[in-house]
Nanobody
């Protein structure tokens, strides 16, 4: 079965950095676009970033462009989100997402809190 396990969240001061990881299993990772989606407290889901199957095409929501970098290691079945210059408004649960055989799959998420 498809499994996505996020890690790397935590408490960081404004301006700091974190690197999130999502370990995937149960599907052909190297053939799928991978997505990071976040949910701020009291708000809905927000698409944050995605990377294509080869890792050579990435997209970002405007609010994270220039600060976040998505990447993947197909040998390790893992997708990453490097987050720099973090702001309080980046506080959210970050979820890893993949569409496989017509279904959406999600991990349990990892909490990022940006606060002084």
């Amino acid at each position: 079965q498809v499994q996505l396990v996020e890690s790397g969240g935590g408490l960081v001061q404004p301006g700091g950095s974190l690197r999130l990881s999502c370990a995937a299993s149960g599907f052909t990772f190297s053939s799928k676009t991978m997505t990071w989606v976040r949910q701020a407290p009291g708000k809905g889901l927000e698409w944050a970033s995605e990377v294509n199957s080869r890792g050579d095409n990435t997209n970002y929501t405007d609010s994270v462009k220039g600060r976040f970098t998505i990447s993947r290691d197909n040998a390790k079945n893992t997708v990453y989100l490097q987050m720099n210059s973090l702001k309080p408004e980046d506080t959210a649960i970050y979820y890893c997402n993949v569409k496989n055989n017509g279904m959406d799959y999600w991990g349990k998420g990892t909490l990022v809190t940006v606060s002084s």
